[in-house]
């Protein structure tokens, strides 16, 4: 269904989240040290993050890699082709213009890589369940509620009955109200949130379609779901731990809507007259 093609570092970050901590450790390892990589023998990247080489080799292949040679050649490949970009990680309010270059570099990888991953036909079915639906329901929780809310009005505006809210007790109540004609989007990140999976299986059992938009393809939730639209994130670059950016999200409901505005031949009248009617409060 994906399209696999993608940097190294998305490649590792589809999948860290299904990773043991063994094999985190190398991933950490190779998002830190890529140049070192390259150079590196397998008992030397074991000695070096503290795990057995058979561990270094499960995380290739859990990352589409052959092997640990096939890893270090994209990473040398990719370095080729970046050498002029001349950007990185580093964040400093000491050097905010190249801070602002690596920010601006590593959010228009983000979309690109997003973009790369999307297959044609996984796209239009989508697509095409989304405008026959009765109801679109999107659900979320947390920092990626705004997503939803943004989709929810920009599938409305354009005739799509589409509702979001921002309780999850709220969003699976209505779950149980959908039917075999009708969608649920589930937005999420990780794709490890126990109430989106609960929700999403509410909604299998309605018979309602259901897709998945998330950075980690083989999530649980992702596997819940019979469509899935695989997002490419960067935030481990800057932050550990702390889960925060949401652009490649936003930009795959901008996507479906812009698909879905050029599919339905009355789009345009719905826009104008939906944006006809806020006229009066517009200065």
């Known amino acids: 269904m994906f399209n696999k093609e993608g940097n190294v570092l998305d490649k590792i970050f589809m999948v860290y989240e299904n990773l043991y901590e063994a094999e985190k450790k190398i991933a950490d390892y190779v998002i ?46 990719e370095m080729v ?10 964040l400093s309010t000491k ?23 999307m297959d044609e036909n996984n796209m239009r079915e989508i697509l095409d369940i989304i405008s026959k639906a009765r109801i679109v329901q999107f659900a979320a929780l947390g920092n990626t509620i705004p997503v939803i809310l943004d989709g929810a009005y920009k599938f409305s505006q354009i005739g799509i009955p589409t509702v979001a809210n921002t309780i999850w007790e709220n969003q699976l109540a209505f779950a149980y ?80 809507f812009l698909l879905l505005v050029s599919e339905k031949g009355d789009a345009y009248n719905r826009l104008s007259e939906h944006e006809g009617s806020m ?3 517009k200065i």
Do not use: W
């Open 32 to 77: 830190e040290n890529q140049q070192k990589v390259i150079d590196m023998t397998v008992s030397e990247l074991s000695s070096e993050s503290g795990v057995s080489e058979a561990t270094i080799i499960r995380f290739c292949k859990k990352c589409n890699f052959k092997g640990f040679h096939h890893l270090k050649m994209e990473i040398a490949k």
């Open 81 to 90: 082709t970046s050498e002029e970009k001349k950007v990185s990680n580093d």
């Open 95 to 117: 050097n905010i213009g190249q801070s602002l270059q690596n920010i601006l570099a590593n959010k228009i990888e983000e979309l690109r890589q997003t973009i790369s991953m």
């Open 177 to 256: 109200t959908l039917t075999a004609e009708d969608v649920v989007i589930a937005v999420s990140n990780s794709g490890s949130s126990k109430r989106l999976i609960t929700l999403v299986e509410v909604a299998n059992e309605k018979q309602a379609k259901t897709i998945c938009i998330t950075n980690h393809e083989n999530s649980p939730l992702a596997n819940k779901c019979k469509y899935k639209i695989n997002t490419a994130t960067r935030e481990k670059l800057f932050f550990d731990e702390f889960s925060f950016t949401r652009i490649s999200a936003m930009v795959v409901v901008e996507i479906l």
């Open 279 to 281: 006229a009066d409060d």
